[in-house]
Structure formats: structure tokens, C-alpha cells
T-cell receptor, first 116, second 113 residues
Framework: AQSVAQPEDQVNVAEGNPLTVKCTYS??????LFWYVQYPNRGLQFLLK??????LVKGSYGFEAEFNKSQTSFHLKKPSALVSDSALYFC??????????????FGSGTRLSIRP | NAGVTQTPKFQVLKTGQSMTLQCAQD?????MSWYRQDPGMGLRLIHY???????DQGEVPNGYNVSRSTTEDFPLRLLSAAPSQTSVYFC????????????FGNGTRLTVT
């Protein structure tokens, strides 16, 4: 079965330190990969996506993500965390070949907490 | 640019009552969908639509109906509310392009007593 795993329910980082939120997937072919962020009482917001090309993708708010095909991973990173980055982060994978976004698979989410 | 608009923001229902959650988007997106978000369960797809007049079931469709009479609107109907439908509901839309991201509304928090 196709799946997306976010192995950490919570990640705690001190402000100014680098952060990594992990995502691995088990999907056939070459899927499209996404990261979304959810702030309290809000819907998910798109951060960045990987389609093809460079393995390091840059997105909103200084976030970037590193794609590793051999490890089927798409980890979210930021060089220097801000308290305002505290939120819930979702990895999502969409298999290629489907025009309907109903095939999108979401991870279970990782709560990122940045302490001052 | 409003994006995806959901109403109401909050709703309390008694078991057995019915209601409609509204969703509208102004981006001319073909695809629209409804998710529910429950603690520890992530996002689960309820129903989706690939265009006006076309709807289909997602992962957890029981107890919900949808219709898509226009490109802009995709209401979700709870036929007879049950406590198990207590959740936060999100509407999302995207263009037909495969690598397009989803655009989400800010959700409706529903409590069924």
C-alpha cells in the first residue's frame, strides 16, 4: 500500500538553530512531493513542492526541502528557526498519472515547537 | 483574493440534526474536496469533485452528501449528525494540473452532542 510517514510527532528546536522535519514515502513511480504548514485555527498552507530537477527545493518563509530518491525521503529544513515557525507540518505525496488530486496521500503531521 | 471560503467557522449540533457546510472558491479551480481532521488521524478525504456536475466518494463518505452545481461552490451536507462526526472540516481546491498544490479554507469546527 502507498503511504507517507512522518516518524516524529513533535520536534523541539531552540530559536536560531537549524531544524529538520522528516518525511519518507512509499509510492510507486516518481511522485510529486509537497509540504504544508498549519497554524492554529487555520487551514493548511502550501510551503513548497518537488516536481523534478534540483534535489534542494526552496519555498516560503525561508524553508527548503531535500529530496533523496534512493532513500525516498523529502525532509523539510530551515537553517535558522524562528518562534513563529511553531506550527503543524504535513508532508504530502501525489502519484504521477492521476489528474484528480483525490490520490494525494498526507502524512500524519509533525508538530514543530521553537523555544525562545 | 479570497481563495477558499468556508462557513460557518463553528457549529454545534444535536444528534440527528442536519446541516450544510458551505465552501466557495474564486480561483476557477476544477478540483474541490472535503477533508476531516481528527487528532491522531491526520486528514481524511470525505468527498471530492473534478468539475461541475461530477462528484465521487473519498475514504470516509458515510453520513455525508455533496453536490457541485457550479465551479465555485461545493457544499457538504450532514444528513443526520452523529457524535462521531465531531471534527474539523476543511474544504480544498486545486487546478487540474497534476503538480498543483491544494488551497485550503480555514475550516469549520463541528461539535455534535
Amino acid at each position: 500500500a502507498q503511504s507517507v510517514a512522518q516518524p516524529e510527532d513533535q520536534v523541539n528546536v531552540a530559536e536560531g538553530n537549524p531544524l529538520t522535519v522528516k518525511c519518507t514515502y512509499s509510492v510507486s513511480g516518481n511522485p510529486y512531493l509537497f509540504w504544508y504548514v498549519q497554524y492554529p485555527n487555520r487551514g493548511l498552507q502550501f510551503l513548497l513542492k518537488y516536481i523534478t530537477g534540483d534535489n534542494l527545493v526552496k519555498g516560503s518563509y525561508g524553508f527548503e526541502a531535500e529530496f533523496n530518491k534512493s532513500q525516498t525521503s523529502f525532509h523539510l529544513k530551515k537553517p535558522s528557526a524562528l518562534v513563529s515557525d511553531s506550527a503543524l507540518y504535513f508532508c504530502a505525496v501525489r502519484p504521477q498519472g492521476y489528474s484528480s488530486a483525490s490520490k494525494i496521500i498526507f502524512g500524519s503531521g509533525t508538530r514543530l515547537s521553537i523555544r525562545p | 483574493n479570497a481563495g477558499v471560503t468556508q462557513t460557518p467557522k463553528f457549529q454545534v449540533l444535536k444528534t440527528g440534526q442536519s446541516m450544510t457546510l458551505q465552501c466557495a472558491q474564486d480561483m476557477n479551480h476544477e478540483y474541490m474536496s472535503w477533508y476531516r481532521q481528527d487528532p491522531g488521524m491526520g486528514l481524511r478525504l470525505i468527498h471530492y469533485s473534478v468539475g461541475a456536475g461530477i462528484t465521487d466518494q473519498g475514504e470516509v463518505p458515510n453520513g455525508y452528501n455533496v453536490s457541485r452545481s457550479t465551479t465555485e461552490d461545493f457544499p457538504l451536507r450532514l444528513l443526520s449528525a452523529a457524535p462521531s462526526q465531531t471534527s474539523v472540516y476543511f474544504c480544498a481546491s486545486s487546478s487540474r494540473t497534476e503538480n498543483s498544490p491544494l488551497h485550503f479554507g480555514n475550516g469549520t469546527r463541528l461539535t455534535v452532542t
